[in-house]
């Protein structure tokens, strides 16, 4: 656990380092493209001040929440209902005596939802290491395969059972899409776990996976940001945890400093930008078109 | 159609059939066709990848004298020291840049696209004197009232909860376009496939008989 956070430590630090450095750069390399033949007076792209604006407004309250979550100050989180459905989903694997399935989507360990998913990887590890349910973990991108390992380790670890930790259930199928849907159908109708658990990024192989699912009588619980995708798991599956839940419960459950603090800092920026969009509606019905310019990109 | 297109394309039916014989249950031929995909695509993507990542971005670029590419050649060579439980660490400053290269990229384009241009198209002007002011009270009570689902920091009840329910009714209206979008989309996939097989037996017929 404490390999898997010093490494999202680091990550978190490049991150920052990262986005600096890029924002910087898209910010002035626009200017370069439009006005090559006069620099001098192209240091600063003003037509995007407030991307800038709304930038350090974000990073502001993201790192001042980080701060306080890491000083221990208490940040309150609504429990998401999804976890409920996590739960119930194990304990019925455990009750027939079949495995449970998790399915961390598609994209690469950089991916956002990814590291969500190793989360709640983690979390279900643990719980399936009290139940002593097999958990299998088919992985479409080889770099997760030892983020995943580990976190299953780690899981199995912390419920006392890290005899009962199988490396070989946490195995790479395929990079390519359709071949990775393939070959986890595959485990579905071989195998016929009780529970299937997809969390991550997913696209058009998600209502293969579902529906193989829900043709072997799984219980089924998901959670992506993918928009385009959340239809498919809302119909095939028995709960969905949409969007930016996602990453709220893996808030939730790791209640890790910076991902409290990002949720929190998030939540806060989301209830200023619905403040604006009502203060915008209220200008524009009267007339005043200015403050709704200012938001106008180019 | 020749010989051995007709060959070929009996392989290509052979396989689409074997695919979705498993509608009706798993059988060695849809054990066959998965195993097939998943290994002739692993084969492929390296290939891809080689020819189109590894040869143009690296290996031409060197041999042209551009030996700066040395530096991501190497950055790239240490993300395989992941697979080490010893030399784990070599691949964190790969791993950072390329986090952190795709999240500085990600961040202001995801605000310019998702927060900023929705946040300006959004702000409009309501009434009832005229149709289209109506309609602007309707997108900006579903722009709300989904955007308080998604707040985290507050439990949904009261006042507060019942428009988080109609935020989350408002999303599932907007899923169910979604779908019906995509599922028109995934017929005609199916529609070709179909039509392929079609032409591809009726070749078949005329070649044999």
Not at chain 1, 25 to 50: C, G, K, M, Y
Not at chain 2, 81 to 101: D, E, M, N
């Amino acid at each position: 656990m404490k390999s898997v956070l010093a490494r999202a430590d680091s990550i978190s630090g490049r991150i920052l380092g990262g986005v600096s450095l890029f924002l910087l750069t898209l910010l002035i390399s626009p200017a370069l493209s439009l006005a090559q033949e006069d620099l001098s007076h192209s240091w600063f792209n003003t037509h995007r001040v407030n991307m800038l604006v709304f930038l350090l407004v974000f990073f502001a309250l993201i790192i001042y929440f980080i701060e306080r979550a890491k000083k221990g100050k208490s940040l309150f989180i609504r429990r998401i209902a999804g976890l409920d459905a996590i739960e119930e989903a194990v304990g019925r694997a455990t009750e027939m005596g079949r495995p449970v399935l998790f399915i961390s989507g598609i994209e690469d360990v950089d991916n956002i939802q990814t590291v969500a998913s190793m989360i709640i990887l983690g979390n279900v590890a643990k719980m399936v290491a009290q139940y002593d349910t097999p958990l299998f973990v088919p992985i479409c991108r080889p770099f997760v395969v030892p983020v995943a390992e580990e976190r299953v380790k780690e899981g199995y670890a912390s419920a006392g059972r890290p005899d009962a930790y199988n490396r070989d259930n946490v195995r790479y199928i395929s990079d390519e899409q359709f071949a990775y849907a393939a070959g986890v159908n595959g485990i579905m109708l071989r195998d016929r776990p009780a529970a299937n658990l997809m969390f991550g990024s997913f696209y058009a192989e998600s209502l293969m996976l579902a529906e193989t699912g829900f043709l072997t009588g799984a219980i089924q619980v998901a959670g992506t940001a993918n928009i385009h995708q959340l239809p498919f798991f809302i119909v095939a599956c028995d709960y969905t945890i949409i969007g930016e839940e996602l990453f709220a419960t893996s808030a939730y459950l790791s209640r890790e400093a910076k991902l409290l603090g990002s949720l929190k800092g998030s939540d806060l920026a989301k209830a200023i930008i619905m403040g604006l969009l009502a203060l915008g509606a209220v200008l524009e019905t009267a007339g005043i078109t200015g403050f709704t310019r200012w938001f106008f990109i180019e | 159609m020749g010989t051995t297109e007709l060959i070929w394309n009996g392989i290509a039916a052979l396989l689409v059939l074997s695919i979705y014989s498993f509608l009706y249950k798993d059988n060695p031929f849809y054990k066959f066709a998965e195993h097939l995909v998943v290994g002739v695509s692993a084969g492929y993507f390296a290939m891809i990848l080689y020819y189109n990542a590894f040869l143009p971005k690296l290996i031409n670029p060197l041999r042209a004298g551009e030996y700066w590419y040395i530096i991501p050649g190497i950055l790239g060579l240490l993300m395989w020291a992941r697979f080490s439980r010893k030399w784990q660490w070599l691949s964190r400053p790969t791993l950072g840049f390329v986090i952190g290269s795709g999240a500085g990229v990600a961040i202001p384009l995801y605000l310019q696209n998702y927060v900023l241009r929705q946040l300006s198209a959004t702000m409009l002007p309501v009434g009832v004197s005229s149709w289209p002011q109506i309609t602007n009270i309707l997108i900006i009570i579903m722009v709300l009232s989904a955007l308080a689902y998604f707040y985290f920091s507050k439990e949904h009840t009261g006042v507060f909860g019942g428009v988080a329910k109609f935020g989350i009714w408002t999303l599932m209206v907007g899923f169910g376009a979604g779908f019906g979008m995509t599922v028109m989309g995934r017929v005609a996939l199916l529609a070709e496939r179909v039509v392929f097989l079609r032409d591809y037996f009726s070749q078949l017929w005329n070649a044999v008989f």
